[in-house]
């Protein structure tokens, strides 16, 4: 049930008014981005004033409407550490089990279609959030720290100086009509969705790619395990404890996934997600169409929440976009939905609040010691958006292997899987995030990956062309079926202080395992779209990993069998996919 919290007097003493008219940060919009960036700010600069506006006044019930209650390891280790909130996340949140996904055939028994997802919880813990509990949380340890935080409160304008004299914040609070203004030597809008500087400044990008959601909470548990009998005990026992319901769990069929995210007060979420080309957006856009439309896609689900009614629900068209440019030499900055919204099939949403927010923290810190440089504003503008656009285009890539087999698509998800945690997360937790010369260092390594990454979506995506179907994963725990990507998990996520020459020896063990993985997944395709080339892949086999493709004609002239490194055993790679591969018989 929804629990309302008798209301802090103290409290909301404290957001009736600014306590001066003159702070070091304004930041405009109190939701998740813009509370974590005010706890972060004062952490990092106790000394620093800080000012929040938000629209939103009186309490947060549980289950508060708003996306991004699925984090990975990035907003975990954040909100963890970073805000040293650990203790509290233990306490009043879900630990989460990962990301898990099932293909296959949507009409049938779940339990007969392919999963992948991990059997066990692993440190770093991981969370389900609830957007009530911890909005309405954050504010008070806010609070607590100092910040002043304003309710009900709507941002008019925001009138920039061009020199060091400071800007100002014109807004209205509750039903007045009259405006008042705030200054402020750095602005920051966390105004979400409603985009309020990059619409003024001309800063919005669109994205017109056809992909929308929609999504409503039950006041219960939907217990994706409720969805199979108990009589299917193997199906049961492969997921010990009954914890399949702490993942974020994903029904996947032909350009569309639907999520199932459980939250600490007791609701669940549930959300469609579609690529329009295959689903219109007008098919699943009320309540009614999008029980009818789960009827029709995800029977057994829609089954499940026969006469169950929801307590909200919200639509998204497009969902996707992005800006030109979202921090500023003139100290302003977009923070979490302000600047971008990424797809959500991998739960990348609170990553990205947790670097924009330490990218906008370090250049605040900079700015009130006098070492702000236009070289530091222009690296984290290149950084933040290079790696939407990257963890993007990833994303994007899986639509189109939406209802193929899972042998390609869970590859695929294992590549993404193990390039986040040895290579995306050691740049974005370690102190070279906020080090434009010591990230310099590392380029060479990261630019020798994304070039092979590149093959190997290339890969991904010819393959889905040419499969045979030879080949399909029952079940893919991509931790204890694939022990070296185990190895390769605890290795970059155990430690969060190293230098950029610790980075540069992980990496060159990273790139030797993915080197392998490459030229393994490159074999399985061609088994699995032309086995009779097989013939010229004979053990042991060592090739040019960057060379790896699907048109035979291009081996030779790509270089193929010119490898670039000394030969190495491939077993320790290809045994763990033999014994999970399940091989169909060749007609």
């Not at 998800?413 to 040895?422: E, G, I, K, P, V």
């Not at 053990?539 to 699907?550: E, K, Q, R, T, Y």
Request: charged residues 25%.
């Amino acid at each position: 049930m929804v629990t309302t919290p008798i209301r802090n007097e103290s409290l909301a003493q404290s957001l009736n008014s600014p306590k001066t008219d003159t702070y070091d940060a304004v930041i405009c919009g109190g939701g998740l981005a813009g509370a974590t960036l005010a706890l972060q700010l004062k952490l990092k600069i106790p000394n620093i004033s800080i000012l929040v506006c938000d629209r939103l006044s009186g309490n947060l019930p549980d289950a508060t409407f708003k996306v991004g209650e699925s984090t990975l390891e990035v907003a975990a280790y954040y909100f963890a550490h970073t805000l040293q909130l650990k203790d509290y996340l233990d306490k009043n949140h879900l630990h989460k089990l990962g990301l898990r996904f099932f293909l296959g055939d949507s009409q049938g028994a779940l339990q007969d279609r392919p999963e992948f997802g991990t059997a066990f919880f692993y440190e770093p813990t991981t969370y389900q959030l609830d957007r009530g509990v911890l909005e309405r949380d954050l504010r008070r340890l806010n609070n607590e720290a100092g910040v002043n935080f304003l309710e009900d409160c709507s941002i008019q304008n925001i009138e920039f100086s061009e020199n060091e004299e400071f800007h100002t914040v014109v807004y209205r609070q509750g039903d007045t009509k009259e405006s008042q203004t705030v200054k402020a030597r750095w602005v920051i809008d966390a105004m979400g969705r409603r985009r309020f500087l990059q619409k003024k400044l001309g800063l919005a990008l669109p994205n017109n790619e056809n992909f929308s959601a929609a999504w409503f909470r039950l006041d219960e548990r939907i217990d994706v395990s409720d969805l199979v009998p108990t009589s299917e005990e193997q199906w049961h026992n492969r997921v010990p404890g009954n914890n399949r319901y702490y993942s974020t769990n994903h029904l996947m069929g032909e350009g569309y996934w639907v999520w199932l995210i459980p939250l600490g007060s007791g609701h669940t979420s549930i959300g469609i997600v579609t690529w329009g080309d295959i689903h219109p957006f007008e098919h699943f856009q009320t309540y009614e169409k999008a029980y009818k439309w789960l009827e029709k896609h995800e029977p057994v689900l829609a089954a499940h929440l026969k006469e169950r009614q929801p307590k909200d629900f919200m639509k998204m068209p497009k969902y996707s976009y992005s800006s030109s440019q979202v921090f500023s030499l003139n100290r302003w900055a977009c923070v979490g939905e302000a600047g971008v919204f990424i797809d959500p099939l991998y739960s990348p949403g609170s990553d990205m609040i947790a670097i924009g927010n330490t990218l906008t923290t370090e250049m605040i810190k900079l700015d009130l010691e006098g070492k702000l440089t236009e070289k530091m504003v222009n690296y984290a503008n290149s950084l933040f958006l290079s790696y939407y656009e990257q963890v993007l285009t990833i994303i994007r890539r899986n639509y189109q292997l939406l209802g193929k087999n899972s042998l390609i698509f869970f590859t695929k998800l294992t590549w993404d899987a193990f390039s986040f945690w040895s290579i995306f997360m050691p740049i974005t937790l370690n102190p070279v995030l906020v080090d434009p010369d010591s990230m310099g260092e590392l380029q060479m390594f990261l630019s020798d990956f994304f070039a092979l990454s590149k093959r190997v979506y290339q890969l991904f995506d010819d393959w889905s062309t040419k499969s045979l179907n030879g080949g399909e994963f029952e079940f893919l725990d991509y931790l204890e079926s694939l022990p070296f990507g185990k190895e390769l998990r605890q290795r970059n996520l155990k430690k969060f202080d190293k230098t950029p020459q610790e980075l540069k020896d992980d990496y060159l063990v990273t790139f030797e395992l993915f080197e392998e993985l490459a030229q393994v997944l490159f074999l399985l395709a061609v088994e699995d779209t032309m086995p009779e080339k097989l013939a010229r892949f004979q053990s042991p086999v060592w090739l040019n990993a960057w060379a790896i493709g699907l048109d035979p004609e291009q081996w030779e002239r790509d270089g193929l069998f010119e490898p670039k490194s000394k030969p190495r055993d491939l077993q320790r790679v290809m045994e763990p996919f033999n014994k999970i591969i399940v091989r169909r018989a060749k007609s």
